[in-house]
């Protein structure tokens, strides 16, 4: 039986994730930190540990005591927008901690280490992204993301260790933590629709992103480790069709059946269009892409399940290091 680590997995994906393995026959013990993650969203049938990849001496014996087949790497402070603000605290997180993991794995002879990255490393770049491009990270949230997939291949290079890279984009879905005010998009809507609030958009709208659920991307992420052919590879993973942020703004008052006036806010510095193209996906792990959730219904099913669940409060984040240029929505209680 294979033995599993999955970082990050009482968060959204990472817990999707673990559902898949335990289907799949893998034993799983799941590390988080529940700092973005929620432990009602761990499958009972997983081992849980709190704690964070930061801690060396708690993994050092978490290593030393499963022996692990596979690492599931999905931890990460995934806040693209706020990583200018918090750029320590980006670092630390999501390379250091990573490092942590890589070293590990290594010293461990772990099979295989699957890294969750995100498109946010091809920058603006030519559409739709694809693996061959170029990464041109503009934000320190792809900048670290990019530093780790660099960190793998040179590991693999030198010790041997395999990985497989998947950059997912724009996921939404059923756990999503739609209290999380800096990141998600689809959440934040449904959260500010169940609060009554307006929906706030950054610029005018026109931006555009494929928005992915979760059953489409989870899944695959699991399944990766038993497909040699997917060794050592990058992946764009998730859905094709690009919407403007308007766009989605209808769809999620749709299916929420509910409506608010839009709040446009001054934009943010970020890439106006990001979608991928994932022919290299649909190749390796035989995905046929007309088994996609379409938009429409993949957020009618999040709706209900956020409708059962009801609003979250959203907290500001503690630890903002540089307060020049954040927006001000963001300071708002």
């Known amino acids: 039986m ?28 799941v590390l988080d930190d529940l700092s973005g993650g929620f432990i ?42 706020l990583s200018h603000f918090i750029r320590r605290f980006n670092y630390e ?7 942590n993991l890589i070293n590990l794995s290594i010293k461990h002879e772990v099979e295989c ?11 603006r770049n030519q559409l739709p992204m694809h693996e061959d491009l170029t990464p041109q990270p503009e934000d320190p949230y792809g900048i670290a993301k990019y530093a780790v997939e660099l960190d793998l291949k040179a590991a693999h ?14 996921v939404y879905g059923e756990r999503q933590n739609i209290g999380d005010r800096y ?23 026109t931006s555009k992103r494929a928005f ?3 059953q489409d991307v989870a899944p695959h992420i699991a399944r990766s480790a038993h497909i040699p052919s997917a060794y050592n590879q990058v992946f764009n993973i998730g859905a094709d069709i690009p919407y403007t942020i308007n766009e989605l703004a209808e769809a999620v008052m749709e299916a929420m059946g509910m409506r608010q006036p839009i709040r446009y806010l001054p934009p943010r510095n970020e890439v106006p269009y990001a979608y991928a193209d994932h022919t290299k996906a649909y190749q390796v792990f035989g995905i046929d892409p007309k088994s996609l959730v379409p938009l429409k219904e993949g957020l009618h099913r999040m709706a209900q399940w956020v409708k059962a669940k009801g609003a979250r409060k959203t907290p500001s984040f503690q630890n903002i290091e540089i307060y020049k240029n954040l927006p001000s929505v963001w300071l708002e209680e």
């Open 157 to 170: 290079e030198l010790f041997g260790l395999n990985y497989i890279i998947f950059r997912p984009h724009n």
């Open 212 to 214: 992915s659920y979760i």
């Open 2 to 29: 294979p033995v599993s680590l999955v970082t990050g997995g009482a968060g959204f994906i990472g817990s999707h994730v673990v559902d898949a393995l335990l289907e799949l026959g893998h034993k799983v013990v």
């Open 40 to 81: 009602d969203n761990v499958n009972p049938k997983a081992e849980f540990i709190r704690g964070s990849i930061v801690d060396w001496p708690l993994l050092e014996k978490v290593f030393h005591d499963y022996r692990f087949t596979f690492v599931y790497h999905l931890a990460a402070y995934a806040a693209e927008g």
């Open 113 to 123: 280490f699957i890294f969750t990255s995100s498109i946010a490393v091809y920058g």
């Open 93 to 99: 997180n999501n390379v250091v901690g990573s490092v």
């Open 183 to 205: 990141r998600n998009v689809v959440g934040i809507f449904m959260n500010q629709l169940l609060s009554g609030k307006p929906l706030t958009i950054f610029g005018d709208g």
